[in-house]
């Protein structure tokens, strides 16, 4: 596209107007979505789902600052394209005010943050650094009506997978749904131990380990693609190992240190599943061509 000011065509410092006229934008988007970024804030802070969010952004900048070369070649200038893609973002944003939806006012300072990028450098810089700024979606909580939607299931499957997993070890178990009967005790299976906690976090690894270990895109939608399995897998072992835990210690092992200290095992065992998964994937298909 056309449009490049002169600086940017001869490489000369920007005016000042133009200085000024970015300054006022950016002011005014930082006015706009600075509630909306504080209550993400705050849902990271309080919500032990989505405590990851504060590393998002994190990665994010880095995965920026890591192709920081390639970047600085591809500046072009100005491309005015990038007001569209802002335009869709405000639109999004003005959607999800009329509906009272928090998600959709969140994901949209995504859009309007690319395509600033795409208005002041162009095409080039836009397209290396997609994958950093859809990465941030990540970092948004997810609406209600999906956690629910998603959360409700994983409960019923970690039941019926610590049950099984528990009668192996010769305990008698009676399953009512999501709640677990065991000789001197009852497990009622919440949302907390639904695994939805695990899914998010492994999801955000996931990604970032596909990204950055494996050159094909295609396989790196596998590995994207077997986090649940592994997310419901993983949780429904710290389901059953909470529960042989109990028959043989106490409901004391289901909450406190003791409870919080399995899930922290278990995550990082999916972690680790995940990584064996991810270099085996590697060494099988060497020769994919690196895609950025």
Same mark, same amino acid.
Request: overall charge positive.
């Given at each position: 596209?056309?449009?490049?000011?002169?600086?940017?065509?001869?490489?000369?410092?920007?005016?000042?107007?133009?200085?000024?006229?970015?300054?006022?934008?950016?002011?005014?988007?930082?006015?706009?979505?600075?509630?909306?970024?504080?209550?993400?804030?705050?849902?990271?802070?309080?919500?032990?789902?989505?405590?990851?969010?504060?590393?998002?952004?994190?990665?994010?900048?880095?995965?920026?600052?890591?192709?920081?070369?390639? $970047?600085?070649? &591809?500046? %072009?200038? +100005?491309?005015? @394209?990038?007001? =569209?893609?802002?335009? *869709?973002?405000?639109?999004? /944003?003005?959607?999800?005010?009329?509906?009272?939806?928090?998600?959709?006012?969140?994901?949209?300072?995504?859009?309007?943050?690319?395509?600033?990028?795409?208005?002041?450098?162009?095409?080039?810089?836009?397209?290396?650094?997609?994958?950093?700024?859809?990465?941030?979606?990540?970092?948004?909580?997810?609406?209600?009506? $999906?956690?629910? &939607?998603? %959360?409700? +299931?994983?409960? @019923?499957?970690? =039941?019926?997978?610590? *049950?099984?997993?528990?009668? /192996?070890?010769?305990?008698?178990?009676?399953?009512?749904?999501?709640?677990?009967?065991?000789?001197?005790?009852?497990?009622?299976?919440?949302?907390?131990?639904?695994?939805?906690?695990?899914?998010?976090?492994?999801?955000?690894?996931?990604?970032?380990?596909?990204?950055?270990?494996?050159?094909?895109?295609?396989?790196?939608?596998?590995?994207?693609?077997?986090? +649940?399995?592994?997310?419901?897998?993983?949780?429904?072992?710290?389901?059953?190992?909470?529960?042989?835990?109990?028959?043989?210690?106490?409901?004391?092992?289901?909450?406190?240190?003791?409870?919080?200290?399995?899930?922290?095992?278990?995550?990082?065992?999916?972690?680790?599943?995940?990584?064996?998964?991810?270099?085996?994937?590697?060494?099988?298909?060497?020769?994919?061509?690196?895609?950025?």
């Amino acid at each position: 596209m056309s449009g490049q000011p002169d600086e940017a065509r001869h490489g000369g410092p920007p005016r000042p107007l133009t200085i000024l006229a970015w300054a006022v934008v950016l002011s005014l988007l930082a006015w706009i979505y600075a509630p909306h970024v504080a209550g993400m804030v705050a849902n990271w802070w309080d919500d032990p789902n989505y405590s990851h969010g504060f590393l998002v952004p994190l990665i994010s900048a880095y995965l920026l600052w890591r192709q920081r070369d390639q $970047l600085a070649k &591809a500046a %072009a200038g +100005p491309n005015y @394209l990038g007001l =569209a893609v802002i335009g *869709a973002g405000l639109l999004m /944003l003005v959607a999800g005010q009329l509906a009272h939806e928090f998600y959709l006012r969140r994901i949209s300072l995504i859009p309007v943050m690319w395509g600033l990028v795409f208005l002041a450098w162009g095409w080039g810089v836009a397209r290396r650094s997609i994958f950093a700024f859809a990465y941030l979606i990540l970092m948004v909580p997810l609406p209600y009506l $999906l956690y629910d &939607a998603v %959360a409700f +299931p994983l409960r @019923l499957i970690a =039941a019926e997978v610590a *049950a099984w997993g528990i009668r /192996l070890f010769g305990i008698p178990v009676y399953l009512e749904g999501n709640v677990i009967h065991l000789p001197n005790l009852v497990m009622n299976v919440v949302d907390a131990c639904s695994g939805i906690r695990s899914l998010i976090s492994l999801l955000a690894v996931g990604v970032i380990l596909a990204y950055l270990i494996l050159p094909n895109r295609w396989i790196k939608v596998v590995v994207v693609l077997l986090v +649940p399995p592994v997310a419901v897998f993983t949780n429904a072992l710290r389901v059953t190992a909470a529960g042989i835990l109990a028959v043989y210690w106490g409901r004391e092992t289901l909450e406190g240190v003791m409870h919080d200290f399995v899930g922290w095992v278990v995550f990082m065992a999916g972690f680790v599943i995940l990584l064996f998964i991810t270099l085996g994937l590697k060494k099988l298909f060497p020769e994919g061509r690196r895609q950025a």
